[in-house]
């Protein structure tokens, strides 16, 4: 059997998009329903878990993905956190702005690869 190649399996992960976020919205429309944590917006909530989960499974970890998808996540928590009453907007708006600034600091880690995106092919470099 040959190997799948890279675009196959890039497009394997970007498949996975839409299944999470239905699963996400139900989850949180459930958790509502329930009464578990009645009063928040898990629409907007779940989706930016998703999208911070989803950066790391379409893109992988680089540079970039290393500041999207822990930001989003963070950003989900403390969206709980200010639906249900124990941070106000005054207090969730500056620690984003430290968690970017933190983040973005660690992106500079020579350890951390550049996207994909970013990084030319030899024979592109060649040509230019």
Known sequence: MSQPSATTKKTDKKTLILPLLIISIGSGWLLTTL???PGINWI????LAVVGLLSFAVSGI??????IGPFFL???CLSVLRQTGRITLDVEVPILVIVVGCLLLIARSKSIPL??????????????
Do not use: C, Q
């Open 35 to 37: 009464g578990i944590v």
């Open 62 to 67: 680089d540079k970039s993905t290393v500041v």
């Open 44 to 47: 907007w909530t779940l989706g």
């Open 74 to 76: 963070i950003a989900s």
């Open 115 to 128: 996207p994909d995106w970013v990084v030319l092919e030899p024979k592109e470099r060649a040509n230019k």
